[in-house]
Every structure is written in structure tokens, then in C-alpha cells.
């Protein structure tokens, strides 16, 4: 048995251990009393700029409620498509060592979108649509599956980083905290997952492709992590909480010297592990 | 508001700098900018922001056709022209 099948054994017996029903695990208010805080305020997007230092605290605490509504928005969208690529890839041939986890990654991330669809759509009445666009593309053999668990990972271990300090965060209305709590426990055993099939696969694949092919996969996944950012600055979110030039907020915001540090730190575990697996060539630009 | 030369140099600077290999004057308005890589499909996100703030009104993404961002022209079309 290989190292990589016994995590996937590991993982599994896990998730069965750790299996939740998501109807009827929380606890729904009926209403939520905006005047309370949703995400942390450090972890609130605008954080640190002279719009924050701004607002009064009822405006901070409805702006971190929208930003929490962005946050379990853009893990909705993300867990949609993260959902259509696992499905595909289930007994799919030459994947019969990862099938049996697939089937926990799949029902797991589906109870992830009902933990965070029933908050926006209870309490905000909408989600926040997506704004990634996917082009047709031809692909080397090995790539897809590459980025597309490489994206995975990406999106994932970002994720965590604000789900673990909100899960601690005993300021936030105890929902919140709760499905913090709730998805970082499940993506604990995602992460090691997704951290293994990356460099396998990447080990497997790469050194077939060509240098140009390899600069692509690194060009598309640098892009991908600064991308994968942008989506925490949402324009929507400020219109949603009352604030004036929502568009030029979001780049004054994204652009300042705070956010870069922050998103470095917040990043900082996942860029290092693909500069020590070879898999980046350099620091991305975030 | 803008006037549509405005928009398009609008447009043709951000697209050259996103880019940034190429200049705003090597690009005309129908200059292939996604079959040609000049944006990939990553920055058409940051794009759709961009044209956001230019129109002041939010895109539905998934209700756009094939086609809408092959170009300056087919972008001031379907995002500007009323």
C-alpha cells in the first residue's frame, strides 16, 4: 500500500467519524439583528483603510455582515464547481485510490453549501453570483486534473485561514462562528488531500510537458491565486452596506499596502508549499 | 459620463496594461484579445469589475452570450450601447 493510500483510508475513516447531518446541526434564528459582528474586523476587506477608519461601529458591524455573506458566497461558487469536477473524476479510470474519499469530498462540500446558502439566502436573501468566466481551452495530457485540483487547493487553504481565526472569534454572533467551525473541520482533512494529489500529480505530469507548458501551468496558477483574491474586495458588498463609489473603494482597497501584507500572510502556507514542491518557480505577485 | 472614444481608450488602456507586453496603441478595436491571449480568462474577471465601474451597472455573468469580450468593439456593444 502506498503512503497515498493510506491517507486516503486515514481520510476516510475520518470523515465517517466526523459525519454531520446539516439540518439539523445549527440553529437558525429567525432574524438576525445586523448590529452585531459577522466576520472578524481585522478580516473585514477594508480593514486598515481610511474608509473603515470612517465608519461608525453599526456601519462596521453591517458591512462585516455583508462581507460574511460574500465570504460564504464565493465558498458557495467555488464549492459549485469544485462539486461538477469531483463528480467527474468519481471511477474515472486510473483513480481508483482516491474514489472511495471522493465520495466523502463530495457529500462533504455539499453540506458546506447548504450551511452557507441557508445563511445568505435566510438572512440576506441572495447569494453573490460569480464573476469567474472559464474559456474553452486544449489542455496537455495531466493538466486539467493538475490545476484543477492545484485551484483546489489554492481556494481551499486561503479559506481556512479566515475560518480558523472566526471559528475562534468570540466577538462574531455564534451562527457564524459555527459554520467557521464547521467547514474548517471537514477542510482539515480536504487540505492534506488536496496538498498530496497536487504533487503527485504534478510529479506524474510534469516532467512530460514541455518548458513552455510548464511556464503556462505556473503563469495560470499565479494568475489564479491573485484572482481568487480580487473576489474578497466585492464592489457589492460596499453598495450593499450603504457606501458611496463602491467600484473605487474596491481598488483602493485592494491596492493598499495593508491588503498586499495581508494577503502575503494569509497565502503565506500554500505559496510555500508549492515553492518547496517545485510546483511555483517564483513568489506570486498578490 | 463618458463618451464612447473615451470608453474605448478607457478600455484599450486597461487592456494594454493588464497585459503589460503590449502598448494601447498596438491594439484596435478589433483586435482579437482572447483568442489572442492578450487577457486570459482569469482577467476577464477583473475586466468584468473594470466594465462595472465604467457602465455603473452590475454584469450577470451567467447570462453572458459567447463572444462579448472578443474584442474593444463586441465589449462596447453589449455592456455600453443602451
Known sequence: MTDFTKTVRKLCDASVKDYVNPYSYLDWPESMDLEQWFTSPELISLYGTDTFEGLTEAQRKKLSFFEAVNFFSLNINGERALVQGLAERLYRKGNDAITSYLHHFLDEENKHMVYFGGFCTKYAGKTYPDKKVVFPQEYEPGERDFLFFAKVLVFEEIVDVYNVAMSRDERLVPLARKINLLHHRDEARHLVFGRQIVKDLFSVYAPQWSDEIKQRVRDYLKTYLAVAWKEYYNPEVYRDSGLAEPYEIHETAFQSARAREHRKRVSKGCVTYLLENNILDEEPVL | ?82
Open chain 2, 1 to 82: 459620463m463618458k463618451t464612447e472614444t473615451e470608453i474605448r481608450e478607457a478600455l484599450r488602456s486597461w487592456i494594454a496594461n493588464t497585459n503589460g507586453k503590449v502598448q494601447p496603441e498596438q491594439l484596435s478595436d478589433e483586435t482579437p484579445i482572447i483568442e489572442q491571449r492578450i487577457i486570459t480568462s482569469l482577467q476577464v474577471m477583473d475586466l468584468i469589475f473594470f466594465i462595472e465601474k465604467l457602465s455603473d451597472r452590475s454584469i450577470d455573468v451567467e447570462s453572458l452570450k459567447v463572444g462579448v469580450f472578443r474584442n474593444i468593439n463586441a465589449i462596447y456593444d453589449n455592456f455600453f450601447q443602451d
